[in-house]
């Protein structure tokens, strides 16, 4: 039996196990055999029951092989302690190849209307300039279809070869016309075959219900993917956790299981006609989804023996910084894995600004598979499980007796952020306190949201350096730890500070320096497992992982975590990531791939970010980017969550200008989350993680959401922010923000 009837024949084997005990016959129309979620209350109930129940065994027999056991962790890449990158077949797209023997192919996608050839052109040939090896390009209806073909000769006529790519939501038909003319077509199963859905929550109680509607897609997916094999046309099945079909949430939930599940289901159609030049993506606007759910998809290809290549990127990143940091986790934290073939880093900025972030992370991606970076260490991983994310929470510092100083705040619990500093910065005083993110009462620094909860003093001040010291001292008064290495300590002496020692001197139970009551060891990744153990039995306030030079952190840190939570060590991990080189972008990328890759598995406690480069990279930068670190992580939230979408041919307002508008009137409530969409086309699920959503309803009219419900519809725009703000009030979410001249950062 070929690999693709195995597959096929497998997947109705579990569709018949998912069978539930109602009445409900079999019906050939989706009229009579779907069951909307409209009726009454008790009814409800029961289906939430039984969809619940459906759910969770969908979700397990998606966990188990053949043989009914649970698969075993590790196996979603060539080897979790090397970067090898996952091998796959080359997809040719128009004169581009993307595969694991070629570079990682960088695209982007235009903002413009579609139907605006001239824009739309100029906007492509923008993005080829500036480095874009593909560009996708929004395809709602058949006017914006009749364009393309005009875009594509205009572009060739002006030279430009850079592939096209036509993104389809909800339309077959136009999918079929754009064949004609593009170089790719993008489909998102959650929505291809199933209409402009209402996005209801739909139950399909028996197995010939769900498999009716697999039928129904085959017939309206197969005339394309013939066209496309005829064509020579590429394609990518991408899955967006924000619109999943309804059949698949019925039966899977929004989980990563279903992610993957609602690809295969039309992957498998493209095999059933010997078609396979098209790629996967599974984005998700949580980088920490969006990891599980791709790692799962390669778990579930090696699986099948499928080697169909992936296109990385998170959804809905937002702008700036944060956009740049939560792709980089996202996306960087694969790569390092050896998953991915081309990317795309989403933000709410001008296309043509995506590449350039696109590039570092293909670099880092690239340069980590050539020097198949870490391998230092084999060891078999027992404790990180991919599939379900646990968090390895150390135990926070308490109080012991006969301390002069309270230590419990020099740690947060939900992730710290440690700074370094020098002792130029801690002669400055107030302009020290700001850039830490104290507010400052009568000159003395208070505690904010976002204050750093330590400091690390490589060079200690002297005694006689007045100002310094008093500025330890006043941080050590609101709780900041001081972190000063013991042979420093030894020679210019902090009275309370925190020592940091090495494993070996640890493990000698090495007197600390007289002004230490604490200390702290640090990890350089060299450490055996045996030593790594004895920590079990030493009472250090936390473990700083400063990989040497040349070792791999990821790699190494993992050796790290599995050796302490097989031996039970409680001791909180913090990053300590040394930056010898690079600008502010460089130290955005680098940390969130290297240092969210580890976060976004559960691993660690916190960031140290010391650069030590030979840009001006301020202490706020490093401070800011830190806690930036921890909330792409899901770790910390300090400053209001956005999920705003790039913007694309569809959006209905200008997005960048409206973001920013909601950001400076909304970006003082840490902990509310607030999607701004261009429109609902990747449907409500997108704004999952958001409190209040403010999508573009129709031109110039804003439609309100709470959760995914939306609750006002078609505001005008111009009041609509107003209406958000009234919104968040409602929910008493809202803060007044604070009067600036009271806070110093
Ligand atoms: S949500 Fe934004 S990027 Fe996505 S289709 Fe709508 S306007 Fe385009």
Same mark, same amino acid.
């Given at each position: 039996?070929?690999? *693709? ?41 029961? &289906? ?18 053949? =043989? ?121 199963? =959650? ?15 028996? @197995? ?205 619990? @939900? ?186 598995? =559960? ?15 301020? *202490? ?7 806690? =930036? ?6 770790? &910390? ?109």
């Amino acid at each position: 039996m070929s690999a *693709l009837s195995s597959s096929m024949v497998s997947s109705r084997v579990v569709l018949r196990q998912f069978s539930s005990s109602s009445s409900s016959s079999s019906s050939s129309t989706q009229s009579t055999s779907r069951k909307s979620s409209t009726s009454s209350s008790s009814s409800n109930n029961r &289906r939430t029951k039984v969809q619940r129940a459906i759910r969770a065994q969908a979700v397990q027999q998606h966990e188990m092989t053949e =043989g009914g056991v649970l698969l075993p962790t590790g196996l979603y890449c060539p080897d979790t302690t090397q970067t090898f990158r996952r091998k796959t077949r080359t997809i040719q797209i128009g004169n581009v190849k993307v595969g694991s023997d070629h570079p990682i192919v960088k695209q982007t996608m235009t903002t413009s209307d579609t139907r605006d050839v001239d824009a739309t052109v100029n906007e492509i040939m923008r993005c080829a300039d500036a480095g874009a090896e593909m560009v996708r390009i929004t395809v709602q209806g058949m006017q914006e279809a009749k364009a393309c073909q005009e875009i594509k000769n205009k572009l060739l006529q002006s030279g430009y070869t850079t592939p096209i790519i036509a993104d389809i939501h909800f339309a077959p038909k136009v999918a079929m016309t754009v064949a004609d003319c593009l170089d790719k077509i993008r489909i998102n199963p =959650g929505n291809f075959a199933d209409g402009r859905k209402k996005f209801e929550d739909i139950l399909y109680e028996t @197995d010939e219900e769900y498999q009716a509607e697999i039928d129904e897609i085959e017939e309206v997916f197969t005339p394309l993917v013939l066209k496309c094999k005829a064509n020579n046309v590429a394609m990518r099945i991408g899955t967006n956790h924000g619109s999943l079909s309804a059949r698949t949430l019925s039966r899977f939930g929004d989980t990563p299981a279903g992610m993957v599940e609602s690809a295969f289901e039309f992957a498998r159609i493209c095999r059933k006609h010997d078609y396979h030049n098209f790629v996967f993506s599974m984005k998700a606007s949580n980088p920490l989804v969006m990891v599980q759910a791709y790692r799962l998809l390669s778990y579930e290809m090696y699986k099948l023996g499928w080697d169909y290549p992936l296109h990385l990127g998170v959804t809905e990143a937002g702008e700036g910084e944060d956009g740049r940091m939560k792709s980089s986790i996202g996306i960087g934290a694969l790569l390092l894995d050896g998953l991915g073939d081309t990317i795309r880093v989403s933000l709410t900025e001008a296309s043509e600004l995506e590449i350039e972030p696109c590039t570092r992370l293909a670099n880092l991606g690239m340069k980590a598979c050539a020097e198949k970076l870490g391998g230092e260490d084999k060891f078999t991983e027992t404790k990180r499980d991919f599939q379900s994310f646990e968090r390895f929470n150390g135990d926070l510092p308490e109080q012991k007796a006969d301390e002069t100083i309270d230590y419990r705040n020099v740690l947060h619990r @939900d992730g710290s952020v440690i700074s370094s500093v020098t002792v130029e910065q801690l002669e400055s005083e107030d302009q020290f306190y700001a850039e830490l993110g104290c507010m400052l009462a009568v000159g003395m620094p208070l505690r904010d949201i976002a204050t750093s909860d330590s400091i690390l003093l490589r060079q200690a001040p002297q005694a006689s350096q007045e100002k310094a010291m008093r500025s330890i001292r006043r941080l050590q008064e609101i709780g900041c730890g001081v972190l000063v290495p013991e042979a420093e300590l030894k020679k210019n002496p902090v009275p309370n500070a925190i020592a940091i020692v090495s494993l070996a001197q640890a493990i000698a139970k090495e007197a600390l320096p007289e002004c230490a009551e604490r200390f702290a060891v640090t990890l350089n990744g060299s450490e055996s497992n045996e030593d790594l153990a004895k920590l079990k039995d030493i009472d250090a306030i936390m473990l700083l992982i400063q990989t040497e030079k040349g070792r791999s952190r990821i790699h190494s840190s993992r050796r790290i975590f599995e050796v302490l939570q097989a031996n039970g060590v409680k001791i909180p991990v913090i990053h300590h990531k040394h930056i010898v080189d690079g600008d502010k972008s460089d130290v955005v990328i680098q940390c969130g791939a290297q240092v969210g890759g580890l976060l976004c598995d =559960g691993n660690g406690d916190g960031v140290l970010l010391e650069y030590v480069g030979n840009e001006k990279i301020p *202490l706020s930068f490093l401070r800011t980017t830190s806690f =930036g670190l921890l909330q792409g992580s899901r770790m &910390r939230n300090t400053k209001t969550e956005y999920v705003s979408c790039p913007s694309c041919g569809r959006t209905l307002f200008d997005l960048q200008e409206v973001t920013a508008q909601i950001a400076e009137k909304t970006g003082h409530l840490p902990g509310v989350a607030i999607a701004v969409m261009g429109c609902i086309v990747n449907g409500p699920g997108e704004m999952a993680d958001a409190d209040f959503g403010y999508v573009g309803g129709a031109p110039g009219k804003i439609d309100l959401y709470v959760g995914k419900e939306v609750v006002r519809r078609g505001i005008p725009m111009e009041g609509a922010t107003e209406e958000l703000i009234e919104l968040i009030k409602e929910h008493d979410r809202w803060v007044e923000p604070k009067e600036k001249a009271a806070v110093a950062a």
